[in-house]
């Protein structure tokens, strides 16, 4: 999510169309884009349009802005990109936990969630070095100046898709990612269907841009058991009980 607002930062967007496909049909919402990685505020205010078939809702959308808006040549393109890259990772990658985060200090963004912001703090009471749960709309450039050299961060995406992002060969004809989980104290083997999203967490350091992915891919169906993953694997790595 950081990468891809940064990206559209970088193209100076400043408008975000919306569409969700479901049984009934389509749902398109056209609103303003806050610069941030969360995209949009609460409650924020958005144009929305419905209709049964994506045509019908195009010409609906269609009408409703010649009817009533001025048109103007801002040079957009006239179809839309589809084979762009995002790179998340700016700096280096690496399959290993970073030593250093034994002695630097860890930001933790919450959710801005009160129920997930209470599980958060619940499971990194595990977390073995320094760490504090900061406010999810601080910049990476404001952890820094407030003393953070390392953020936790996650990719939300399908199996297949979280691990292209990162970095990670995936074979075209793969259908199931096998993944290291801690159910227990233990470490179990899952299958998990390629197409199913799952979360993935990793540590970044920021100056520099380098991730630090952890020893094995232990992507999970919740993000709470994915960050219970990745602290289980941290500890068992530099034999930490």
């Known amino acids: 999510m950081v990468s ?8 100076e967007i400043s408008n975000l169309i919306l569409i969700q496909k479901n049984e009934s049909g389509y749902t398109m919402w056209i609103t303003e884009y806050n610069k941030k990685a969360n995209f949009v505020e609460k409650d924020q205010g958005a144009f929305r349009e419905e209709n049964s078939h994506l045509e019908e809702l195009l010409r609906k959308i269609y009408r409703t802005a010649s009817s009533g808006l001025k048109k103007e040549n801002f040079l957009i393109n ?20 970073a030593m250093d985060l034994k002695v630097d200090p860890l930001a933790v963004p919450k959710f801005g969630n009160e129920a997930m912001d209470k599980e958060l703090e619940e499971i990194m009471k595990s977390y073995p070095f320094k760490y504090t749960l900061t406010d999810p709309q601080l910049s990476e450039s404001e952890l820094r100046k407030q003393g953070y050299l390392f953020v936790l961060r996650f990719v939300h995406a399908r199996d297949r898709v979280a691990k292209l992002v990162l970095g990670y060969d995936m074979a075209k004809s793969e259908t199931a990612i096998v993944s290291i989980t801690y159910p227990d104290s233990q470490p179990q083997v899952k299958n998990i269907s390629a197409n199913i999203e799952v979360y993935k967490f990793y540590f970044k350091h920021i100056e520099s841009g380098n991730v630090y992915l952890g020893t094995k891919w232990d992507a999970d169906l919740t993000w709470q058991q994915a960050l219970i ?13």
């Open 229 to 241: 993953n990745q602290i289980k694997g941290l500890k068992i790595d530099l034999k930490i009980n």
């Open 4 to 11: 891809l607002a940064q990206y559209l930062n970088s193209r």
């Open 78 to 97: 006239d179809f839309p990109e589809t084979e762009f890259t995002l790179n998340a990772i700016e700096g280096r990658r690496s399959e290993i936990f």
